[in-house]
Each structure stands twice: as structure tokens, then as C-alpha cells.
């Protein structure tokens, strides 16, 4: 071989190289505090673009998060997270934003948004993968057992037109859409909203799976070292006719829960300072504590404040092991303990040597179904607890009140979860651009 052909050779396996590392695009709708962006981030073999969202506790927190861990300028940070509402679509692809959008989303958006929309922050780059999750309320089966209509006049049955939409503007070679196993059965208008979701994106040239294939299209959050049994629907779609395979996109998903080892509650947390009690409730700057306060930095780790009567109904749970009683003898419990006369046990520890049941938004009202499993604690988990439970990193900051926090926490992606993901999706699109 002479010194030409090794040359050539030489900058053929560089440029390959430098293929097979290119970062690939992606735009996050609904994006909350930052689940499935974290994941895809991780994985540094993607950039993301545009991440969108309405509520804004939710887009501080993942704009601060992109400038503190990620490296972006408080500038490029503030122009990608959109704080907006996705029901405008067109204004929120194209800009030229209404006198109404601007004086409620304006103020907090870079004036490059407000006028031409994402399609300024996508410039000339290609939009590889586009992810989201909407809302998942009206589409769990909890959501629609409390409501009288359950959940069919509720707008954000129909919030997966916007995500449609948005798709249908930028084209990516592959769309993530995240919910709850309820939206398998969701029928908003008398008509399953999976095939609504199908049929939306037939007419925009994509494919997914048929609705009645879509059950094995859950994957449990467990399986990508998730301290937390969380189980979800993933809808990949696929341009039709595309090069890429909606089979092969899952088998590579479901082969990176073959890499990791499961994961505990002990695992997860157990290494955290312990919050006991204090003998006496005591009040300092306007706020009542029930648990010890921490020198530490961490100020996520810090207990809501328990009664005394849920202090000792919390010791006396844990103790007595009332995770492992029948149904009757857990609300006996409860009606003895309260004085009422109750079907439902309102009650429940974690258990250390298991995962967590589903960290839900509800723990912004109360913590009774994730009581903390060490009974001299005697106290619901803390934020930064139901973060790590998430799988999100310990050095990820919360933004807002405490019951913000847990809300958005309650709403995310597990970020390891979105991680096995994005690997899968990498794994497949970039394999043909390597050989």
C-alpha cells in the first residue's frame, strides 16, 4: 500500500469517526422540568434545540438546569426553553406572535422567538427526533375515576393535535410520544384516542404502531435502573416508507434494559441524611417545622411539616408493617387512628429493599402514600427524595414552592428512562449513516 492510499485511508476512518459522532437534533414539547430532555442530554450524542413549555416554575427550572449543568449562556438558555402555551401552534412554529401571547409569554422569551417561533432556533439545522409527553390526566384511568364525565370534556384529550402539528412542521426522521398505560383506553368522543393519534399521524405521512399492537409498547421504568415501578406507553413513529424500522427502533430500546442492574429504594436514597422528629413543633420565619433541621446545602431535603397525630400514625405504620396487611385491616387502621368511617386506606411506606411504587403530582397535596421507610423518621419523603426516586441527578435544582416541586417531579420522565430511549433511537438512526 503506498503512502497515497494510506492517506486516504487514514482521513476515510476520520470522517467516519467524525460521523459516528455527530450530535443529533431534537425539539421537546411539553417539556416540564426537564425528564426527557435530561435523558436525551446524557447520552451526549444529542442537542437540543427548542424545548417547550407553559408552566413557568417548570421553565426556570430546566432553564437553569441547561445553563448550570449543560453549559448554555443565560441568553441561549432563555431563547430555547419556550415558556408559551402549544394550543397556538402556528404562533408557536412561526412566530409573529398576538398582542395576548406577548403580554403573557413575551416577557420571558427572547424577542427572536416572539417574532419567527421555533423556526428561528432551527435556522438550517435538521430536526432528527421530536419528543413529548402531554399531559397525562385526562388520559389515566385515576383521572377518569374521579371525574363525573371522565375526563371526556377535558381539553387535553386533544392536546396531541399540537404535538401533530409540530411534527408535521419539522419533519424529524423519529417522534418519542410518552403517556400513561390509561391512554390505551382513553375514549374522548366515544372513540379511542389511540386511534385518533394514529389516524393524526397517517394524514402527516408517519407511522406507528396500530392501536391494538400499542400494549407492547409499555415499558417499565424499573428495567432502565429507575427506583420506581412506572410503567408507560412510548409511541415511536417513523416517516412512511422511511429507512428505519419501527420494530428494530423497540427491540434497540428494549436491549438497553439488558445494561443496567434494578434498583431499590435503599439504593436510591439511602445514602441521605436522616430527619427525625422534633420533640416540640417549633416555628422560625413565619414557618412551622415538625422534623430537624439539616446543616446542609441541599435545602430540597427538607421534610413538609407533620401533626403530631401523623408523626405517630406514620411511627406506628412503618413499625407494625401495615404495608403487609389486607386491605380491611389498613383502613381499620386508619378509621381507628382518625375517628372516621372510610373505604380507603390513605396510607402507605416505601419499602427500602423495593422500588417505589409511581411517584405521582399528588404528593404537592400530601406525602401519605410515600411515607419515608424508617419509622424513626416518622415523615413523608422529601423533594430531593422523590427526585432521586425519578432518577433525576442529585445535583438537579428544583424551582418554586415545595408543592411546585413535587408537582413537576410527580409529572416528569425518568430521566435514566428517557436515557435508554434516546440510546435505542441513536443506536438506530445513525447505524446506516456508519457503514
Not at 438558555?77 to 415558556?83: A, E, R, W, Y
Amino acid at each position: 500500500m503506498n503512502i497515497i492510499s494510506i492517506m486516504l485511508l487514514i482521513l476515510k476512518i476520520h470522517l467516519k469517526a467524525m460521523k459516528s459522532s455527530k450530535k443529533l437534533t431534537f425539539i421537546d414539547l411539553f417539556a416540564g422540568c426537564g425528564g426527557l430532555s435530561e435523558g436525551f442530554l446524557q447520552t451526549g450524542m444529542f442537542e437540543g434545540i427548542a424545548h417547550v413549555e407553559w408552566e413557568l416554575p417548570m421553565v426556570e427550572t430546566l432553564r437553569h438546569r441547561l445553563s448550570t449543568k449543560w453549559k448554555h449562556t443565560s441568553d441561549e438558555s432563555k431563547k430555547s426553553v419556550i415558556h408559551f402555551d402549544i394550543q397556538k401552534t402556528n404562533e408557536l412554529i412561526d412566530g409573529n406572535w398576538s398582542e395576548e401571547s406577548i403580554a403573557k409569554f413575551g416577557k420571558t422569551n427572547h424577542e427572536q422567538i416572539t417574532q419567527h417561533g421555533i423556526k428561528s432556533l432551527t435556522k438550517d439545522k435538521e430536526i432528527d427526533v421530536i419528543i413529548g409527553g402531554p399531559p397525562c390526566q385526562a388520559y389515566s384511568i385515576a383521572g377518569r375515576a374521579q371525574d363525573n364525565n371522565s375526563m371526556k370534556d377535558d381539553y387535553r384529550n386533544y392536546l396531541f393535535e399540537s404535538f401533530v402539528k409540530v411534527v408535521d412542521a419539522f419533519l424529524p426522521k423519529v417522534f418519542v410520544f410518552e403517556n400513561v398505560p390509561g391512554i390505551l383506553s382513553a375514549s374522548p368522543g366515544d372513540k379511542l384516542v389511540t386511534e385518533r393519534i394514529y389516524e393524526a399521524f397517517k394524514v402527516s405521512g408517519y407511522n406507528i404502531l396500530d392501536p391494538k399492537k400499542l400494549q407492547t409498547a409499555t415499558f417499565t421504568a424499573t428495567d432502565f435502573g429507575v427506583a420506581q415501578k412506572r410503567n408507560r406507553v412510548i409511541i415511536i413513529g417513523v416517516k412512511n416508507n422511511s429507512d428505519f424500522d419501527l420494530n428494530c427502533i423497540y427491540s434497540a430500546i428494549k436491549a438497553q434494559t439488558l445494561k443496567v442492574k434494578k434498583t431499590t429504594v435503599k439504593d436510591a436514597i439511602g445514602h441521605l441524611p436522616s430527619i427525625k422528629p422534633l420533640k416540640m413543633a417549633k416555628r422560625e420565619n413565619g414557618k412551622n417545622f415538625s422534623h430537624q433541621l439539616l446543616d446542609i446545602q441541599d435545602k430540597l431535603h427538607s421534610p413538609r411539616f407533620h401533626n403530631s397525630r401523623d408523626i405517630s400514625i406514620f411511627q406506628n405504620w412503618v413499625s407494625k408493617n401495615m404495608n403487609s396487611m389486607q386491605s380491611a385491616e389498613k383502613i381499620k387502621f386508619y378509621n381507628d387512628l382518625i375517628g372516621k368511617k372510610s373505604n380507603h386506606g390513605k396510607y402507605r411506606n416505601l419499602e427500602w429493599d423495593k422500588p417505589s411504587p409511581t411517584v405521582v403530582a399528588h404528593l404537592h397535596k400530601d406525602g401519605l402514600m410515600f411515607i419515608h421507610p424508617d419509622a424513626e423518621q416518622a415523615r413523608s419523603i422529601t423533594v430531593r427524595e422523590a427526585a432521586l426516586l425519578q432518577s433525576f441527578p442529585e445535583d438537579y435544582q428544583f424551582l418554586g414552592s415545595q408543592g411546585t416541586c413535587y408537582k413537576m417531579i410527580g409529572n416528569a420522565v425518568p430521566p435514566k428512562m428517557a436515557k435508554g430511549i434516546a440510546n435505542g433511537i441513536y443506536k438506530i438512526l445513525t447505524q446506516k449513516e456508519n457503514k
